[in-house]
């Protein structure tokens, strides 16, 4: 069969196990290739990627990636990805750039605005404008405000990779992987470091893109139900106008080392005295590309073999080693030619660096004698089996992920079909498996590969001092270069820039953006199906869905009857569960027994506000997903850790307090505007003060005293854990959500119905939750080289209630105003805001902002921008925009879910009609209504950032008073 005569059909096999046929195609004129998956998924994806390995530390390809999609040939907008994100139902739409590789995906469920998607994409990558002041914008330039003034380095990217750079981490992870493959691009950092991004010219920029964005360089990728001739014939379109040409892209093997090597280094961060557990070490591994998909099956499950949950015995042995608090690595990655392994812990005395290098290599030499114990193995086996059969891929769209794992092999020469099938690999690893497999794999992989580094950092609190302080000094000596006229011209430039990003586009060039009209989109919402019962005295929600033979479960309990001071242990309590083990076997074995039987059980908190309520919906759920055959099996484990958990077990909870603590240290930073956005509502209402009790700064602050009440008073916490069982896990405040279709539910029912009995019948009243919680503004200090800054309100207490059509004036306040304000001219990575029509709780924020004061000024002029006219066009893409965010795609467990949480909140089908016929029916009247609502929070609107001393220190001193300052690492 011909799908088009520009191209070659070069396979076409059915792959069983993503329910596709697989169609190769290589494009006759350019050689570009095309794999084109056609089956039934209505979230339709298309993504095109080139081979981009750098030769250097500038960011080349990172800066490539942000600015083909700030303007096109045919498309001669500022930023035409912007009014694709304001104005369309996509389900996935962005960009990424990889150490040898740079993708542009994108993913839509309504055909017309796919193909808009994929028009907008190509004609941005094979013809972008790419000015020199889009380079200037989005990768780095000189500022100058007057001639008197201090000369300074802005860019989107250049701020972004300062803001990674802040975070341990992040560092660890750049020097691990550079520490493996010196000679090669791997030994770059494809991001960019801040440091060699302002090496990077307009002229290498551009002969980057020039080399590497051709078809000639190209893996375009379909999946879904849409017309497979269709797709070629679109591609065909772009392709056809350029000749082939050879394209150096192979990315080079990195010659082996004859011994192991070392690295020692700092980062930014603080140290406390008497406490000197601020080091990290990791061991790093580099291996040979796999043979075939066996081979990649192994190292993915020997990775979960060693370390891949908390029963693991390498992550066991690192843990209960008491030498750091977390574990850093976990395992071999999948992304590079040459993949990497590393496994490490943070938290630890750096003069500890060498105990834990020699712990590690003793327990692989342990696990390699022993071997992995036949529990182990069938735990492990059936995870893997479980998760590739269901393929549940969560808000992440399915065919995306088939692109990605085809890459890996496509990408180098390989067959891109090999890792989207797994049958015959999975039989011949299980075979492999029982006659000592792993064992050997563990001595030829590590033990004996002397091609490892040992990476040390620990903290240097002076480290960023120093860092800002040569960076002026690089500045100045710039700055000393330029005479009078140099000076007056980057005044010019930036003057120039300025009004650039300021400027407004011509209305004929953004109406060349295809867009759906109104008429496209559906005037009803989705329902799901969901029947509300009882099990017995247990109020039940089933949703029969298709679940491909897999019931999903999940227990809420109301977390109302609990006391306001046992609320911060429900993280830990929650991990406790599941990781303590019981009276009848330890958590070794339990981990095991979920492995082998279920498809994963797990723990979370349900908090929201509810509909016309002051209070909140607060539950605690517990979460399980099997076969039939497995239902009651799960349904025994359920039971186990509900109440049998070996709440007793203090070593473990120490070491779970340690992790916990370790944790959400090292998401401060790539976190921060969650961080503050949770800090910022908690004292707006009773949900987003128990959100921040459970996730926020008060939190860490509380598992900070708990890890030395741990060691303290251990008889209090145990009591305070057991009292928590004992009030929470009661049939009197539970429900039962279950998903799945109706002849599996069937057979299930009997099994849970029984099972019931088992769980105490009482009904504990609701406790006292008064709060005296009340807004202030924060200055929260971090060793980092950027900020997140946050204002925002209660709007309804501040006398302002408002409908769905809210949202469609903050999706254009955000596409628009804040992205040029924050973003654009900032030199922030983002700038948003985010409301609650629930709760009425409105923010602004930004992420990895060099600004402080500034940002505040640009909330503070929002008011403006909204109370101008809007034009037809920017109010119907806005509400296209909203529309799509409200009819995200979701696999049946999450509608399953979904469904009966809006039940819990209060949020009815007939609320949910009403907030869509609002968005549909959006006017101007409702974005001055927003208008005063945001004039009202500049005023009284309360401040929030986390970010550096010497930013939050300033901004005091610039404005007394702003913010009560306290330091958070």
């Known amino acids: 069969m011909t799908y088009h005569d520009a191209f070659e059909l070069i396979r076409d096999e059915h792959i069983a196990e993503a329910n596709s046929q697989a169609l190769l195609f290589r494009h006759k004129k350019t050689g570009a290739e095309v794999l084109s998956l056609v089956n039934d998924d209505e979230n339709k994806v298309f993504g095109i990627t080139f081979k981009t390995p750098p030769d250097d530390s500038t960011g080349v390809a990172h800066i490539l990636e942000h600015s083909v999609l700030c303007g096109s040939r045919k498309y001669p907008v500022k930023k035409p990805f912007v009014e694709l994100i304001k104005g369309s139902l996509n389900t996935f739409l962005n960009a990424m750039t990889f150490p040898d590789k740079t993708a542009y995906p994108v993913a839509s469920q309504n055909l017309k605005d796919f193909y808009n998607l994929v028009d907008v994409y190509l004609d941005a990558v094979f013809f972008p404008l790419i000015t020199e002041n889009t380079f200037r914008q989005e990768g780095w330039h000189y500022e100058l405000e007057n001639v008197e003034a201090p000369l300074v380095y802005k860019g989107v990217v250049f701020n972004e990779m300062k803001g990674v750079f802040s975070s341990p981490d992040a560092v660890m992870r750049d020097l691990s992987q550079r520490s493996l493959y010196p000679d090669v691009t791997y030994g770059k950092s494809s991001g960019g470091d801040p440091k060699a991004i302002p090496d990077l010219t307009y002229a290498q920029f551009k002969r980057f893109h020039e080399k590497f964005y051709h078809p000639s360089n190209t893996r375009a990728f379909f999946s879904g139900d849409d017309d497979a001739g269709e797709r070629l014939a679109i591609l065909d379109a772009y392709f056809s106008q350029f000749e082939a040409v050879a394209v150096d892209a192979e990315v080079q093997l990195q010659p082996r080392f004859n011994a ?51 029963a693991a015995p390498l992550r066991k042995a690192l843990t209960e080693s008491g030498l750091g608090e977390g574990m850093t690595g976990g395992g071999i990655g999948a992304g590079l030619r040459q993949p990497m392994a590393s496994f490490g812990m943070k938290g630890i005395d750096a003069a500890n660096a060498e105990k834990v290098e020699a712990l590690i290599l003793q327990t692989l030499e342990e696990i390699a004698k022993t071997g992995f ?18 393929n549940n891929t ?265 992790e916990e603590k370790a944790g959400f240290e090292a998401r401060l930073v790539p976190a921060g505007n969650s961080i503050v956005d949770t800090r910022l509502k908690s004292g707006l209402t009773e949900a987003s003060w128990i959100a921040e009790q459970l996730g926020g700064v008060s939190y860490l602050q509380f598992l900070r005293e708990l890890v030395e009440r741990v060691d303290n008073d251990w008889a209090a916490v145990e009591a305070a854990l057991r009292r928590i069982r004992d009030t929470l896990f009661n049939r009197g405040r539970m429900v039962i959500n279950v998903t799945a279709d109706g002849s599996l539910w069937e057979r299930a029912r009997p099994e849970l119905e029984s099972f019931l009995g088992r769980l105490p019948d009482g009904d504990y009243p609701i406790a006292d939750w008064s709060i005296d919680y009340r807004p202030r503004s924060e200055g929260l200090i971090i060793p980092a080289q950027v900020n997140y800054v946050g204002k925002g309100a209660n709007l309804r207490a501040l006398g302002f209630e408002l409908s769905g059509a809210a949202n469609v004036a903050i999706k254009f306040l955000n596409t628009t105003y804040l992205w040029d304000k924050v973003r654009v001219q900032g030199g922030a990575y983002g700038g948003s805001s985010r409301f609650d029509l629930t709760s009425g709780n409105f923010s602004f924020l930004s992420y990895r902002d060099p600004n402080l004061l500034k940002t505040i000024e640009a909330y503070d002029g929002a008011s403006k921008a909204l109370h101008a006219p809007i034009g037809e066009n920017d109010l119907t893409r806005s509400i296209i925009g909203v529309i799509g965010d409200v009819d995200g795609y979701e696999f049946p467990d999450a509608k399953g879910y979904s469904s009966m949480w809006r039940y819990l909140t209060g949020t009815t089908d007939e609320i949910r009609q009403q907030r869509r016929d609002e968005i549909l029916g959006t006017t101007q009247a409702d974005f001055k209504r927003l208008a005063e609502a945001v004039d009202a929070i500049s005023r009284q609107g309360h401040v929030v950032v986390l970010g550096g001393e010497a930013a939050i220190t300033s901004a005091n001193e610039k404005r007394p008073g702003l913010l009560e300052v306290t330091r958070v690492m």
């Open 260 to 310: 192991p090597r070392k690295i020692v280094a700092t980062y930014a961060g603080t140290k406390e005295k008497g406490k000197p557990r601020d080091g990290m070490v990791q061991l790093n591994w580099m291996l040979d590309p796999p043979a075939d998909r066996t081979e990649a099956l192994s190292h993915g499950m020997l990775s979960y073999l060693l370390a891949g949950n908390p």
């Open 373 to 390: 114990a036949a529990d182990q193995l069938e735990a492990a086996a059936n995870t893997f089996e479980f998760s590739l059969r269901e």
């Open 394 to 658: 969560g808000s992440f769209p399915r065919g995306m992920s088939y692109m990605f794992n085809a890459l890996g092999t496509w990408l180098h020469g390989g067959d891109p079909l090999a890792p989207l099938q797994f049958e015959g690999a999975l039989t011949a690893l299980k075979e492999k498996a029982a006659s000592g497999h792993f064992e050997g794999e563990i001595r030829r992989l590590f033990l004996d590969n002397m091609h490892r580094t040992s990476v040390v950092l620990s903290a240097d609190p002076e480290q960023g001092a120093r860092e800002a302080a040569r960076e002026a000094e690089i500045l100045a000596e710039v700055r000393q270069k330029l005479d009078d006229a140099a000076l007056q011209q980057t005044v010019a430039e930036t003057e120039r820039l300025k009004a650039l990003q300021e400027a407004v586009d011509d209305p004929a060039d953004l109406a060349k953006i295809p867009t759906l009209t109104l008429a496209d989109l559906p005037r009803e919402i989705r329902k799901v199906p969901m029947e509300l019962g009882s099990l017995g005295d247990v109020r039940l929600f089933y949703h029969d869905l298709p679940t491909l033979g897999i019931l999903y479960l999940d227990f809420g309990f109301d977390l109302h009857v609990l006391d306001k001071e046992l609320l911060p242990y429900l993280p830990l309590f929650g991990r406790a569960l599941l990781q303590t083990g019981t009276s009848k076997e330890d958590f070794v074995s339990l981990t095991q027994r979920i492995g082998r039987t279920t498809g994963g059980i797990a723990q979370h908190r349900g908090l929201s506000s509810r509909q016309g309520h002051d209070g909140s919906a607060a539950w605690f759920f517990l979460s399980g997903k099997a076969v039939p055959d497995k239902f009651g099996a799960m349904l025994d484990i359920m039971g186990d850790v509900l109440l049998d958990a070996r709440l007793d077990n203090r070593e473990r909870f120490r070491q779970m307090a340690l």
